[in-house]
């Protein structure tokens, strides 16, 4: 390890003390979810993740939103909740330029350098990059530069810095972890049905071969997905099936039950893993029956570390 990377290794090991000990619990909201910003019960998360933002290959930010303002509301409704924001960069559809962005030092700079101006000009706790997905050995390594350029940038602000990664993926290098402080592994989407819990324990394990598990936080889908992949939210299949609240089946959409969520939070807090993540809070009933559910499991709501 160079000697640059040993400095930035205790300093993660120093920034992780600053978010352990906590149960998080995470929700990814859509900027085209704006209308439930007011309506969200914030006493029910951890943390908010607004998504999302598109890198340019020079390392500029594009936000996905028209209207700042929704982002404004959001903090501080959160924040007075005790809740932390961060912002999505990526995502799927939006993380085709990673790659040359991630290849060029001075773009990975200007990268994370707009970045940090606007966690700061918004008043965010941090970002979550999600790039689906570094596939070739020379993205795998650019994108552990990235997250080091990331790190050194967000360290004066005490910005925090997740990443977004795929149930089975490969492509965080063990060099790497230090410098994150939340992996979000998103264990769904794996064929029919495609986020049972059985799936969801050998995902945090595969993850487990080189990320600690108080950085790992589970992906719980909040929709479902017939055989054809055609997603529904829990919201919709509820009103629409009436299903039985033990099922996770209704209408051909396999989807996560209120006692199948409720199952996955308790093996998760039981097991001492960072927390849960969630795709996507405006996907859960009017009355937040999955959210209960997980707050059930983890009985306490965890006011977030600052």
Known sequence: ??????????????????IEGKTSIVGYLPHYRSELISLLPYGLVTDVVYFSIEPKE????????????????????????GVRVHVCVGGWGLSSNFAKL???????????????????????SGADIDWEHPKSEDEISNFHKLLIDLKKSFHPYGFTLSVAVAAHGN???????????????????????????????????????????????????????????KALSFRNISSRFKPNPDSDLAGGYHYNSPKTILKKAEHIHSQKYAGVMIWELGQDSEDYTLLKSIQNAIPSRNQPSR
């Open 1 to 18: 390890m160079s000697t640059r990377s040993k400095y930035f290794f205790l300093l993660a090991l120093i920034l992780q003390s600053t």
């Open 58 to 81: 020079d390392g500029s930010l594009e936000p996905s939103w028209k209207k700042p303002g929704h982002l404004t509301d959001l903090v501080s409704l959160a924040t007075s909740s």
């Open 102 to 124: 991630a290849s060029k030092p001075q773009a990975r700079k200007r990268f994370a350098d707009n970045l940090t101006k606007f966690l700061t000009n918004h008043k965010l």
């Open 171 to 229: 492509y965080l290098k063990e060099d790497s972890i230090p410098f994150v402080d939340r992996v979000h592994v998103m264990t769904y989407d794996k064929g029919t049905p495609h986020s049972s819990f059985d799936e969801m324990v050998k995902d945090m394990k595969h993850w487990e071969e080189i990320v600690p598990k108080n950085k790992l936080v589970a992906g719980l889908p909040f929709y479902g997905r017939n055989k054809s992949g």
